[in-house]
């Protein structure tokens, strides 16, 4: 019986299905945090999110995000990023961006400067 269990244990981590973020439709926010799940940024964010949690992963890069031309706040705070996040696909209408709690130890200036147009 203690097999089973563990064959079985096996087979659903395997066959999981990948790891989805909500997205409230009318707030505009898709959070995906407190879970430590993630490791890479998700690929469903929506084009038409106004606000981005992904706080208390175990993201360790962002090199690009998929074009969010509405989003106001990206709340990226406790993860594992060591670099800048590549955020040129949302930089025309950010607010707020929220990196504290990571292990930044590097600031590209193309990064930062995406920022700044």
């Not at 563990?6 to 973020?21: D, M, N, Q, V």
């Not at 945090?33 to 999110?49: C, E, F, V, W």
């Amino acid at each position: 019986m203690d097999k089973l269990v563990i064959i079985i244990l096996l087979l659903e981590t395997f066959l999981a299905k990948p790891i989805a973020g909500d997205y409230n439709e009318v707030t505009g926010e898709y959070s995906h945090k407190g879970d430590n799940q993630l490791s890479t940024m998700p690929t469903d964010i929506p084009s038409a999110a106004l606000a981005l949690d992904l706080s208390s992963n175990v993201i360790t890069n962002v090199d690009s995000l998929p074009e969010l031309l509405h989003v106001k706040s990206i709340n990226l705070r406790k993860n594992l990023l060591t670099e800048f996040p590549d955020l040129k696909n949302a930089s025309s209408s950010l607010k707020r961006l929220f990196l504290d709690k990571n292990l930044i130890t590097r600031i590209t200036e193309d990064r930062l400067s995406a920022l700044l147009l």
